[in-house]
């Protein structure tokens, strides 16, 4: 099989733990282990897990804890995997198949990009507009959609824009899913990481043929625990197990456990109260950094998601500013081209502490050095 590298995963995996700041990061300042275990008798508790294999296919208990956040579903309807990574290469391994089409939103987080065409697919982009607040134009999705449509994949929250599907791209989402009998699969791990605004409305539910990806990773800020899931239609999830077996057999016995914690009510809504308040402060500081370069930076204010897209007005290429940053710098971003964007930049805002203010910094740093090489003042 020929590899398509997944270019952002490439370079987070490659420099994100040797830089001094790390502004690619796309969740917020991961929660510690004592933060979510909090007493003494729940630490001891956990200290006496053995480390052994865990329920392949997830816990009963994590399962139905998960279930009980879609509506109309049981534990059967739940696969546990390790991240959403894990859950989206499930779904797009079991359902591609040489020559289908996949109609794909982009930008994306990419992953599903690599894959169906590994798999052998074709990828059909269906691209969100800046001119129409980082939605897509349903007009397109129908000239995308056919009878050798496989699967309609979307990114709700989306990475890298921070835009939530409106309800007229969400009804044609749908739509034409049901028409072409095409499955839908719903990456929706951003899902409680609203900055403001209600939580986003799950695409479950809303089709039969559904498969909706999410985890632990980004809302619930726990990116180390690898818990992901998906949810669909019970002998489907029973396919993907199947699957499974050939990956990583079970998600890690601790990391359910610890899961089980983060997912019970109360914790849940603290956890994402957290997140929002992190997400709140932080794009405070971040906007006044944006609004502070006057047109040199245009951005749609991101609605979910602990990143910022932005555009910038500067003659050079997005992966060279990037290198630039990290070389001169040591402070990591996405560079546009990672997502078949140049000249945009995403930028992390999910740090805790000056963190932000202090990357931002070293940004301002490169940014003197451009103008100072253009001649400008
Ligand atoms: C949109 C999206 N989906 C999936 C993932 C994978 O996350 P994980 O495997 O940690 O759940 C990411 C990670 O950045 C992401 O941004």
């Known amino acids: 099989m020929k590899l398509v590298p997944f270019q952002m995963e490439r370079w987070q995996s490659t420099w994100e733990h040797r830089v001094e700041f790390n502004l690619s990061e796309s969740g917020v300042e991961p929660l510690p282990l004592r933060e979510l275990l909090r007493e003494e008798a729940a630490i001891d508790r956990f200290l006496n897990h053995p480390l052994a294999y865990s329920q392949g296919n997830g816990t009963p208990e994590l399962r139905s804890s998960i279930a009980s956040l879609y509506p109309g579903t049981t534990p059967d309807h739940v696969l546990v995997t390790n991240g959403s990574s894990e859950a989206c290469l499930l779904a797009l391994w079991h359902l591609v198949e040489p020559g289908d089409e996949v109609v794909l939103l982009l930008p994306n987080y990419m992953e599903g990009w690599g894959l169906i065409q590994m798999f052998g697919g074709k990828v059909r982009p269906l691209w969100l507009r800046e001119d129409l607040g980082w939605q897509f134009d349903p007009a397109e999705l129908a000239t995308l959609v056919n009878r050798r449509t496989k699967a309609i994949a979307v990114c709700n929250p989306n990475n890298p824009t921070g835009a939530v599907m409106a309800e007229a791209q969400r009804r044609a989402v749908l739509d034409a899913a049901r028409d072409a009998?095409?499955?839908?699969?719903?990456?929706?791990?951003?899902?409680?990481?609203?900055?403001?605004?209600?939580?986003?409305?799950?695409?479950?539910?809303?089709?039969?043929?559904?498969?909706?990806?999410?985890?632990?990773?980004?809302?619930?800020?726990?990116?180390?625990?690898?818990?992901?899931?998906?949810?669909?239609?019970?002998?489907?999830?029973?396919?993907?197990?199947?699957?499974?077996?050939?990956?990583?057999?079970?998600?890690?016995?601790?990391?359910?456990?610890?899961?089980?914690?983060?997912?019970?009510?109360?914790?849940?809504?603290?956890?994402?109260?957290?997140?929002?308040?992190?997400?709140?402060?932080?794009?405070?500081?971040?906007?006044?950094?944006?609004?502070?370069?006057?047109?040199?930076?245009?951005?749609?204010?991101?609605?979910?998601?602990?990143?910022?897209?932005?555009?910038?007005?500067?003659?050079?290429?997005?992966?060279?500013?990037?290198?630039?940053?990290?070389?001169?710098?040591?402070?990591?971003?996405?560079?546009?081209?990672?997502?078949?964007?140049?000249?945009?930049?995403?930028?992390?805002?999910?740090?805790?502490?000056?963190?932000?203010?202090?990357?931002?910094?070293?940004?301002?740093?490169?940014?003197?050095?451009?103008?100072?090489?253009?001649?400008?003042?």
């Not at 719903?186 to 605004?197: I, N, Q």
């Not at 986003?200 to 625990?225: F, H």
């Not at 740090?351 to 931002?360: C, D, I, R, V």
């Open 181 to 377: 009998e095409a499955w839908l699969l719903s990456d929706e791990v951003y899902t409680g990481a609203e900055r403001e605004g209600p939580r986003t409305e799950s695409l479950w539910g809303g089709y039969e043929r559904t498969l909706v990806m999410n985890g632990l990773s980004k809302a619930y800020a726990l990116p180390g625990l690898r818990i992901g899931w998906v949810i669909g239609p019970p002998e489907t999830i029973a396919t993907l197990w199947a699957f499974h077996d050939y990956t990583t057999l079970t998600p890690t016995y601790l990391s359910d456990r610890l899961a089980q914690i983060a997912l019970s009510p109360g914790r849940r809504e603290e956890i994402l109260g957290r997140t929002r308040s992190i997400l709140q402060r932080n794009y405070g500081l971040l906007s006044e950094w944006i609004a502070g370069h006057g047109p040199l930076f245009t951005h749609i204010p991101p609605v979910a998601g602990a990143i910022c897209f932005l555009r910038y007005g500067l003659p050079i290429n997005s992966s060279d500013l990037a290198w630039r940053l990290l070389k001169e710098k040591s402070t990591l971003i996405v560079p546009g081209d990672q997502f078949g964007m140049d000249g945009y930049i995403r930028i992390g805002m999910g740090h805790a502490g000056p963190y932000l203010s202090e990357g931002l910094a070293r940004i301002d740093g490169v940014l003197r050095a451009l103008a100072a090489e253009k001649g400008a003042p």
